[in-house]
């Protein structure tokens, strides 16, 4: 789609268009059957605008509660922040009145900002995704104001506060140092900081995959957030008035909230044993942001290997939001046939298999042991004081 179709498309006739489209239920098998009869009444170019809006937003349903309300382009629908992360980071900027939200694509982060309450000022460098943002405020009766600009060369709003989310496919390859982001972190920073009055409270979203380098080097908080239990991204804040070096995870949706100053983690003292009755496996965002000791020491548990992920480990029952608890059952040494006698012998019919620091191919197991019987297993194939194990577990 480009600007011309867009703005067609948003158009009384435009919008017949899209109720025309929607009606036929298209599938991209379908596509050209749909087109075809769209174009018995409409231009080509509002047939195919109606047509592409109407299958994003069939794909953007698991992102977005009120997807059919929204317009998107392919790679902008990709790179959008889903709404349970957009409205958590948004509530951080709830307190500033202004907030800029530079790089801000099709405007699903502005959403969040404006539904906190936020008057806010939304920039991006592609016209067709500024007025895309637009569009989707609108779609939810909120305001906002946009401009197509660059935020390295063109004049920036007098925001109380900014939030980021810069391009990390430069050339179209993913990456996931902030220095080959686009616009490169270091760079806005600079601008930032030379304003006056300088923003209060920085945010810039990067990928969760960050390169540790650039976790360490960062001044301020850096944010590990999950959702659900799946890891989704980590914003680095700044707080140029009040800075303090952080590193914080956060669950969605609780949300629930583990942090540390980095120099604590270093000197938190690791316990290595053997698993005891109950095992923990930490949500990603807690492994990721290196909390791991943090979190064990915390609730009174041990590890069972050293290193960046793996389990925790104790001999009491645990409630913790921070992770997913299990009853242990036994642990073996990792051989293929005695896990599969262990299973065979107790009748187990249906496993879940989880594996933390190993290779073993689960499809391929599972075919192996031909597994008959009423009972479920939990089989973790992980590490444990160095040694390739299985834990018969069962979930708490
Ligand atoms: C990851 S996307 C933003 C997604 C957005 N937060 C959303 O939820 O839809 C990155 C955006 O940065 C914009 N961008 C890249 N470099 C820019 C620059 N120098 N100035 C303004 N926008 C830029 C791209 O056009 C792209 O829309």
């Given at each position: 789609m480009n600007l011309k179709s867009l703005e067609q498309l948003l158009s009384p006739t435009g919008q017949e268009a899209l109720t025309a489209a929607g009606e036929l239920a298209p599938t991209e098998a379908r596509y050209p059957a749909c087109y075809d009869r769209l174009r018995k009444h409409w231009p080509e170019n509002i047939a195919r605008a109606a047509l592409d809006t109407v299958l994003l937003r069939q794909r953007a349903r698991t992102k977005f509660?009120?997807?059919?309300r929204m317009y998107f382009d392919r790679e902008a629908l990709t790179m959008a922040s889903g709404e349970a992360v957009s409205a958590y980071r948004a509530a951080r900027f709830a307190p500033f009145s202004t907030v800029a939200d530079l790089c801000c694509g099709i405007g699903s982060d502005a959403i969040g900002l404006a539904q906190a309450g936020c008057d806010v000022t939304a920039i991006d460098r592609d016209p067709l995704r500024v007025r895309m943002a637009a569009a989707n405020l609108a779609a939810f009766g909120l305001p906002g104001q946009f401009r197509c600009a660059d935020v390295l060369t063109d004049p920036l709003p007098d925001c109380a506060a900014v939030f980021v989310d810069p391009g990390r496919r430069p050339g179209g390859r993913r990456t996931l140092a902030i220095a080959d982001y686009e616009p490169p972190v270091a760079a806005v920073c600079q601008r930032l900081q030379t304003?006056?009055?300088?923003?209060r409270r920085i945010g810039f979203k990067t990928a969760p995959g960050i390169p540790w380098d650039d976790v360490q080097s960062w001044p301020g908080e850096v944010e590990f957030l999950s959702s659900a239990g799946e890891l989704k991204e980590c914003i680095l804040w700044q707080e140029p008035e009040r800075e303090t070096p952080l590193v914080r995870a956060t669950l969605l949706p609780g949300p629930f909230h583990l942090s540390a100053d980095s120099a604590e983690i270093e000197t938190v003292e690791e316990e290595i044993t053997a698993p005891g009755r109950y095992l923990y496996d930490p949500d990603p965002a807690i492994s990721r942001a290196g909390l791991l000791p943090v979190l064990a020491a915390q609730i009174g548990a041990t590890r069972i290997e050293p290193g960046s992920g793996g389990f925790c480990t104790a001999d009491q029952r645990i409630d913790t939001p921070f992770a997913a608890g299990y009853r242990v059952d036994d642990v073996l040494p990792f051989h293929i046939k005695r896990v599969g006698d262990w299973l065979a012998h107790r009748h187990v019919g249906r496993i879940t298999i989880v594996k933390r620091s190993s290779s073993a191919d689960a499809e391929a197991l599972m075919k192996r042991w031909k597994l008959r019987g009423d009972r479920h297993q939990t089989v973790i194939l992980t590490r444990a004081q160095g040694e390739a194990v299985a834990i018969l577990a069962t979930r708490l």
């Open positions: 509660t009120h997807a059919d304003r006056h009055p300088t923003p």
